[in-house]
């Protein structure tokens, strides 16, 4: 009987380590034979020969998950090859003119989540990552009708080992088209005319200096599907013809680091167009004065290369974006030259610079457009704000901050409407 019990007693043990999800450790069991002990279920001896076995198998590694398994860490966290991240961002916005195309309108403010976000990415093996971001946008805002729902923001898989030159990504995401780098609330106007997220496959190379080449592949126009949307142009101007459904886009894209505070970069795009292809370039620069600490500047060029002819129109309108910004950081960390176009690296911008102060300048070159078609259009744009993190630890990649921004934009105007709006913005957020 006491051998069946002892029996027994063994299994259950072997069971319970076997199923456990959580970091089971040896003094953990000691102290259920210590109970067992003493409540005459088991002697002396098996107490001995059960606390024996535990010892020389370890428990998984003495407090270590056994391999392969997806378990927490004795700290409460996720095993290092899974991290987990988001950001929470509420905003408030007001607005000079509601309409700008009525030259009686009045002014209008609003209040809403800006944005939800969550990324998980999964390390497999040292040269392949897994990453998803979902989220969720202008959550209670009439103006950009968020509807609340959760959508895949990014989704990718990284094939790239650090001592070997080539490396893959394939997946959603904003294709290597523009860096977007961005100081401020808002987004830049080259991001709002010219991101491309869409699935694709890129193939890139790394070298000397900071070398990266890469050439892109993916479908559809997404790149003038987001020109159309960006609010730099009426709506009254618009496409014509049918969309292409062939996998016929791609980019190529270049960037270096010459010197330790000059990043140089550039990019070409292509997309089957209708009527002819849409071609655009982009080239720009970020820059570090050595002679004075804190202070950067980022500058960045788009430009319509060739363009199809737009409903209604006898020739192509050849537009051009660019965007210009001084940042003065006060709270000095290790540079880091990031873009605005990917979750990680937004993220990353903001905990890494977590105080600072910036100014940017934009213009719209609309090829005569709005004189040629009788159409309002966006000239120029400038921007002021400051952001401070009350709260930031980077070693736990936590940061709580605090921003402002004051935006004005000017007009080409051929109507009775208002020539120019002044926004503000100010927001709250917290990234973890």
Same mark, same amino acid.
């Given at each position: 009987?006491?051998?069946?019990?002892?029996?027994?007693?063994?299994?259950?043990?072997?069971?319970?380590?076997?199923?456990?999800?959580?970091?089971?450790?040896?003094?953990?069991?000691?102290?259920?034979?210590?109970?067992?002990?003493?409540?005459?279920?088991?002697?002396?001896? $098996?107490?001995?020969?059960?606390?024996?076995?535990?010892?020389?198998?370890?428990?998984?590694?003495?407090?270590?998950?056994?391999?392969?398994?997806?378990?927490?860490?004795?700290?409460?966290?996720?095993?290092?090859?899974?991290?987990?991240?988001?950001?929470?961002?509420?905003?408030?916005?007001?607005?000079?003119?509601?309409?700008?195309?009525?030259?009686?309108?009045?002014?209008?403010?609003?209040?809403?989540?800006?944005?939800?976000?969550?990324?998980? $990415?999964?390390?497999?093996?040292?040269?392949?990552?897994?990453?998803?971001?979902?989220?969720?946008?202008?959550?209670?805002?009439?103006?950009?009708?968020?509807?609340?729902?959760?959508?895949?923001?990014?989704?990718?898989?990284?094939?790239?080992?650090?001592?070997?030159?080539?490396?893959?990504?394939?997946?959603?995401?904003?294709?290597?088209?523009?860096?977007?780098?961005?100081?401020?609330?808002?987004?830049?106007?080259?991001?709002?005319?010219?991101?491309?997220?869409?699935?694709?496959?890129?193939?890139?190379?790394?070298?000397?200096?900071?070398?990266?080449?890469?050439?892109?592949?993916?479908?559809?126009?997404?790149?003038?599907?987001?020109?159309?949307?960006?609010?730099?142009?009426?709506?009254?101007?618009?496409?014509?013809?049918?969309?292409?459904?062939?996998?016929?886009?791609?980019?190529?894209?270049?960037?270096?680091?010459?010197?330790?505070?000059?990043?140089?970069?550039?990019?070409?795009?292509?997309?089957?167009?209708?009527?002819?292809?849409?071609?655009?370039?982009?080239?720009?620069?970020?820059?570090?004065?050595?002679?004075?600490?804190?202070?950067?500047?980022?500058?960045?060029?788009?430009?319509?290369?060739?363009?199809?002819?737009?409903?209604?129109?006898?020739?192509?309108?050849?537009?051009?974006?660019?965007?210009?910004?001084?940042?003065? $950081?006060?709270?000095?960390?290790?540079?880091?030259?990031?873009?605005?176009?990917?979750?990680?690296?937004?993220?990353?911008?903001?905990?890494?610079?977590?105080?600072?102060?910036?100014?940017?300048?934009?213009?719209?070159?609309?090829?005569?457009?709005?004189?040629?078609?009788?159409?309002?259009?966006?000239?120029?744009?400038?921007?002021?704000?400051?952001?401070?993190?009350?709260?930031?630890?980077?070693?736990?990649?936590?940061?709580?901050?605090?921003?402002?921004?004051?935006?004005?934009?000017?007009?080409?105007?051929?109507?009775?409407?208002?020539?120019?709006?002044?926004?503000?913005?100010?927001?709250?957020?917290?990234?973890?």
């Amino acid at each position: 009987m006491r051998k069946g019990i002892f029996l027994l007693v063994t299994v259950l043990i072997g069971v319970f380590v076997f199923v456990s999800t959580v970091n089971v450790y040896a003094n953990d069991l000691d102290l259920i034979l210590r109970v067992l002990l003493r409540k005459g279920i088991i002697t002396e001896k $098996e107490y001995q020969e059960l606390k024996k076995e535990l010892e020389s198998k370890k428990v998984a590694g003495a407090g270590e998950p056994a391999k392969g398994q997806n378990v927490q860490k004795e700290d409460g966290v996720l095993p290092e090859t899974i991290s987990l991240s988001g950001s929470i961002y509420g905003e408030y916005r007001w607005v000079k003119n509601r309409e700008i195309t009525d030259a009686e309108t009045d002014s209008t403010s609003d209040l809403y989540l800006r944005k939800i976000e969550l990324g998980v $990415e999964a390390k497999l093996i040292d040269w392949i990552t897994a990453s998803a971001v979902f989220n969720s946008e202008w959550i209670g805002d009439d103006v950009n009708q968020g509807d609340e729902k959760v959508a895949v923001d990014e989704a990718t898989v990284t094939l790239q080992e650090e001592a070997f030159p080539f490396y893959l990504v394939a997946g959603k995401r904003t294709q290597p088209f523009g860096v977007f780098e961005n100081h401020l609330i808002t987004d830049p106007m080259t991001q709002d005319a010219y991101e491309t997220k869409r699935v694709g496959i890129t193939a890139g190379y790394t070298g000397p200096l900071g070398l990266d080449v890469s050439v892109t592949v993916y479908k559809g126009e997404e790149q003038m599907d987001h020109l159309f949307e960006s609010g730099l142009f009426s709506d009254t101007v618009s496409r014509a013809g049918e969309a292409t459904d062939d996998l016929g886009s791609y980019i190529v894209s270049v960037s270096v680091e010459p010197l330790d505070s000059v990043v140089l970069f550039g990019g070409y795009l292509s997309e089957p167009g209708r009527g002819t292809r849409n071609q655009t370039v982009n080239a720009g620069v970020s820059f570090l004065p050595p002679f004075i600490d804190g202070l950067r500047f980022d500058a960045e060029y788009m430009k319509a290369i060739d363009r199809e002819k737009y409903s209604g129109t006898d020739r192509q309108y050849k537009e051009g974006v660019f965007s210009a910004t001084i940042a003065y $950081e006060f709270v000095l960390r290790q540079r880091n030259v990031i873009g605005g176009g990917l979750f990680s690296e937004r993220r990353a911008h903001l905990i890494n610079e977590p105080l600072e102060v910036a100014l940017r300048y934009e213009h719209f070159d609309d090829d005569g457009m709005s004189e040629e078609l009788g159409v309002w259009t966006v000239r120029d744009r400038y921007s002021a704000g400051a952001r401070y993190s009350f709260y930031n630890d980077e070693e736990r990649g936590f940061n709580a901050f605090v921003a402002g921004e004051y935006r004005r934009t000017e007009y080409r105007t051929q109507a009775d409407m208002k020539d120019g709006n002044d926004e503000v913005y100010l927001r709250i957020g917290v990234d973890f």
